[in-house]
């Protein structure tokens, strides 16, 4: 295990989580829009995001170790990153539904990418799979009740 490289592929999406964090922590309305059922409450997220980004970076260590990490994976952290800008800060609710498809699609092709190189690897996405279909539900309930 090159410990070096453990870390770093687990700062990088780390970093860039809390940097999106930071930059739409005073846009943050979540807790003030009609929200559909289901939805969590505001505290839930930066926890489940930080565990997933932590999945994500042990995931992107497991497949470079075996190759070259696919760019799609730089991609659709990019594109996750944009969701929230979208999403909190110009409030554009119906684009970043349709971001968040984009991204969604995005997610399968790397897991699939992935699944080639390291099967851990992939199974690894899945939580994130799972939970950005949910964010989708609640980024479209958001977007029709408000």
């Excluded at 992107?60 to 952290?77: C, G």
């Excluded at 539904?97 to 699944?115: C, D, P, R, S, T």
């Amino acid at each position: 295990m090159n410990i070096k490289k453990f870390i770093i592929s687990i700062l990088i999406p780390l970093i860039v989580g809390g940097i999106v964090g930071l930059i739409t922590m005073p846009f943050m309305d979540y807790e003030t829009l009609n929200q559909p059922p289901l939805s969590p409450p505001g505290y839930v997220f930066p926890i489940v995001w930080t565990i997933l980004y932590f999945l994500m970076g042990v995931s992107a260590y497991l497949v470079h170790q075996k190759d070259k990490i696919p760019n799609i994976y730089y991609i659709q952290l990019g594109v996750n990153a944009l969701w929230s800008i979208i999403f909190f800060i110009f409030k554009l609710r119906l684009l970043a539904f349709i971001w968040i498809i984009l991204l969604i699609i995005l997610v399968v092709i790397m897991i699939i990418k992935f699944y080639k190189i390291s099967k851990s690897a992939a199974w690894l996405q899945i939580p994130y799979l799972l939970w950005i279909l949910f964010a989708s539900y609640l980024n479209l309930g958001v977007y029709l009740l408000n």
